[in-house]
Nanobody, 120 residues
Framework: QVQLVESGGGLVQAGGSLRLSCTPSGNIFSIDVMGWYRQTPGKQRELVATINAGGITNNADSVKGRFTISRDNAKNTIYLQMNSLKLEDTAIYYC??????????????WGQGTLVTVSS
């Protein structure tokens, strides 16, 4: 059973910074794309940023220039450095991983979510 363990959420004032991390555990052959998504009540889950095994990133327009996703392939861990946080960044942030069970079978897993609250 593959699981993603997230950490780093919390309460921060507008303009402040937080760093999220996500580490998988379980039987993983290799990991392809990992990323962060967020969701607020009544809205669909939306992409924040993704990063593939080669380090290529994709960021939502709303976070460009403020958030940075990075990856430590040796640890299969990803990070989301969030700077200049805004009230509208308040959400539950979910880690996602697309991984290989073996050399040809893929699967996907979500973390349990970590709450980020930005206050004025």
């Amino acid at each position: 059973q593959v699981q993603l363990v997230e950490s780093g959420g919390g309460l921060v004032q507008a303009g402040g910074s937080l760093r999220l991390s996500c580490t998988p555990s379980g039987n993983i052959f290799s990991i392809d794309v990992m990323g962060w998504y967020r969701q607020t009540p009544g809205k669909q889950r939306e992409l924040v940023a993704t990063i593939n095994a080669g380090g290529i990133t994709n960021n939502a327009d709303s976070v460009k220039g403020r958030f940075t996703i990075s990856r430590d392939n040796a640890k299969n861990t990803i990070y989301l450095q969030m700077n200049s946080l805004k009230l509208e960044d308040t959400a539950i942030y979910y880690c996602n991983a697309n991984y290989y069970i073996n050399s040809y079978e893929q699967d996907e897993v979500w973390g349990q979510g970590t709450l980020v609250t930005v206050s004025s």
